[in-house]
């Protein structure tokens, strides 16, 4: 690890949250706590985190609503703690801007090991070279020296991991693209089997660039293999 990076944990667990404290401060990060949204939301503006560990069941303000507001002020990366097996909240986090999700019960290294790879590949986008302006369509530009994107002089505010895949999809612009290729790019192999990444972070871009998302112009569904973007004009 290059840096220190700082975490902040929010759950009400406070046994689970000792034991994250030891073990991740032992791994290099620098630890911050917080039992319930209110207080973590108050930690996050105060801190300004590199990553937060939200979990979903809590009391005060639950994890939904915590990631809602989150996303309303920041785009610092989030993992969701959600229930082992519940798919719909699983979903729902992606949905809600959580970058990632561990279900409970889980080991402390499967944690360790995808919030490192959360931070890698927020590292590895930001020190990428890319050309400056590297897509143009219809009001779209995609800006990778500034690290920005602006839809009609507007800019949008992305996440790392949507930065990450809108930016290889741009890259790679009228190129079909299969979910697995996607997984592996943007996320790592480790997340080959995880379809649900591409479709629940394609829907995201679409409705912050998308005028109609019901009806892309920018990111097109392949059906049956992945995405394709459209080229440039």
């Known amino acids: 690890m290059s840096h220190k990076a700082r975490l902040l944990l929010v759950d009400d667990d406070a046994t689970l949250i000792k034991a994250l404290e030891i073990y991740l401060s032992r791994a290099g990060y ?13 930690k996050l503006f105060d801190l300004r985190p590199d990553l937060v560990v939200l979990d979903v ?8 609503e915590t ?11 989030i993992i969701m703690l959600t229930a082992r097996g519940q798919e719909s909240e699983r979903v729902k986090g992606l949905e809600l801007g959580a970058d990632d999700y ?5 080991s402390l290294k499967e944690l360790e090991a995808r919030i490192e790879a959360i931070l890698r590949r927020t590292r ?16 779209l530009v995609i800006d990778s020296e500034a690290w920005e994107v602006r839809r009609k002089g507007e800019r949008i505010e992305l996440t790392s991991t949507e930065a990450r895949l809108l930016f290889y999809l741009a890259e790679n612009a009228g190129r079909v693209l299969s979910h697995r290729q996607i997984l592996t790019e943007v996320w790592g ?18 409705q912050k660039i998308e005028d109609d998302p019901s009806r892309p112009r920018y990111i097109l ?13």
């Not at 990631?67 to 990366?77: A, L």
């Not at 561990?102 to 889980?106: E, G, I, L, Y």
């Not at 192999?189 to 679409?206: A, C, G, H, Q, S």
């Open 124 to 139: 590895g986008s930001e020190s990428m070279q890319r050309p400056k302006v590297l897509y143009m369509s219809d009001g």
């Open 30 to 42: 620098e630890i911050h706590s917080a039992a319930n949204g209110v207080e973590g939301l108050r």
């Open 221 to 233: 569904t392949e059906r049956g293999i992945g995405y394709r973007m459209t080229p440039q004009e």
């Open 189 to 206: 192999p480790e997340y080959i089997d995880n379809l649900d990444y591409t479709k629940l972070f394609v829907w995201r871009l679409r």
């Open 102 to 106: 561990v279900a409970k019960p889980f």
């Open 57 to 64: 069941m809590m009391p005060q303000l639950d994890g939904w």
């Open 67 to 77: 990631c809602q507001r989150i996303r309303d002020m920041s785009t610092v990366p």
